[in-house]
């Protein structure tokens, strides 16, 4: 028995894939977990557009910088401009001071400030304007503390593409991503892997199929269930949640199309490494489903995790295919506002086919 023991550890030690489930994974998870799944807000993209300059507006400016949550991405000249920075996707939150702002804080009527937030992520939204409200009338307790009269301060609250601030439609663009990856990548490494491990595989390529063929032959009734699932989503969300749709569905589906593919390859490339379904299912998990759902927006604001796993996440193709459903379905934006999600992703789609291709025919060929 003692033998038998010393033998078992030696063959765990010697096997490095052993290895790295039982210690890297719970490391690597650990740290994903405490790190990703937070509901803070860090440097929040913010624009201000102040049309009064006085000494309240830029104190009130510079409490809301200081504050940590937040962080200026541009000065705004004009209510025109804000519209467009939204579409470009560089502000989360956009603060509008209105004309003789100190003057009508101190007097009558009261001050307005206007906060408009990009609502298509509702619980970020509702932190943003809460914080900034809270900011805001915190400045006006201290200034009626130091006047005769009270300082007369109305905030005005817009939620800019979901003013109702209804979750799905968060749910949704993330729900697609989950499901186009999940059935793409992970079912097409497990059934490669499948052949592979009952040794079928062998027989296939030694058939007149060469591997083109067969990967060919893998990947297209996937391609076909994945687009009919992506189908099924849209048309529930319409239905059943009520979502709106604001862009064009025919960029929409090619996109859709474009990110299977994507999956379709990262799911090759998985099976290549991959001996049993059992290894092609651990790696699919850790390397396609957390990674998607911690690192990829859909769940957690990107911008308040640590630089580190913020960089990371520019590597998920998931990140940019969010990114793209959100500018179409929520913002009716074309392809010149998401031709950068959609060129990452075509590169991404190369990268993975040319390596998995080139694996498959070292491995199998």
Do not use: C
């Not at 039982?22 to 807000?41: D, R, S, V």
């Not at 519209?83 to 004309?99: P, Q």
Request: net charge positive; proline share 5%.
């Amino acid at each position: 028995m003692k033998g038998f023991i010393i033998k078992e550890f030696m063959h765990i030690f010697r096997d490095r894939r052993t290895m790295l489930i039982l210690f890297g994974m719970p490391i690597i998870q650990i740290l994903l977990f405490g790190y990703a799944i937070t509901n803070e807000i860090n440097n929040a993209q913010i624009a201000i557009l102040d049309h009064s300059n006085d000494q309240s507006t830029r104190e009130i400016t510079q409490k809301i910088l200081s504050s940590g949550y937040f962080a200026l991405n541009t000065k705004l000249n004009s209510a025109e401009e804000i519209e467009k920075v939204f579409r470009e996707g560089k502000i989360k939150e956009a603060i509008v001071f209105e004309s003789d702002f100190d003057k009508k804080l101190r007097n009558a009527p009261p001050a307005s400030l206007q906060l408009i937030t990009d609502a298509s992520d509702p619980n970020t939204a509702n932190l943003l304007s809460n914080y900034t409200q809270a900011i805001a009338l915190d400045y006006q307790k201290q200034l009626t503390a130091a006047m005769p009269a009270p300082a007369r301060l109305n905030i005005q609250s817009t939620m800019q593409y979901n003013p109702e601030l209804k979750g799905v439609f968060m749910f949704v663009p993330g729900t697609i991503t989950i499901l186009l990856m999940l059935i793409s990548a992970m079912m097409t490494s497990i059934s490669i892997a499948r052949e592979k491990e009952t040794g079928t595989m062998e027989v296939l390529l030694v058939s007149p199929l060469k591997p083109f063929h067969i990967i060919v032959g893998k990947v297209i009734p996937y391609i076909l269930l994945s687009f009919i699932n992506a189908l099924i989503i849209l048309v529930l969300a319409a239905t059943v949640f009520g979502m709106p749709f604001q862009g064009s569905l025919l960029l929409l589906l090619l996109e859709s199309i474009l990110f299977i593919v994507m999956a379709l390859s990262m799911g090759i490339l998985i099976s290549t490494v991959s001996n049993s379904q059992q290894t092609a299912m651990l790696l699919s998990m850790f390397a396609l489903m957390l990674p998607t759902i911690l690192l990829s927006g859909f769940i957690f604001p990107i911008e308040n995790m640590p630089f580190p796993l913020q960089i990371f996440s520019h590597i998920m193709p998931s990140k940019w295919f969010i990114i793209i459903i959100k500018n179409i379905m929520l913002k009716g934006l074309g392809i010149a506002y998401v031709w950068k999600e959609t060129l990452i992703l075509v590169a991404m789609t190369f990268f993975f086919i040319g390596l998995s291709v080139k694996k498959f025919n070292i491995r199998l060929g």
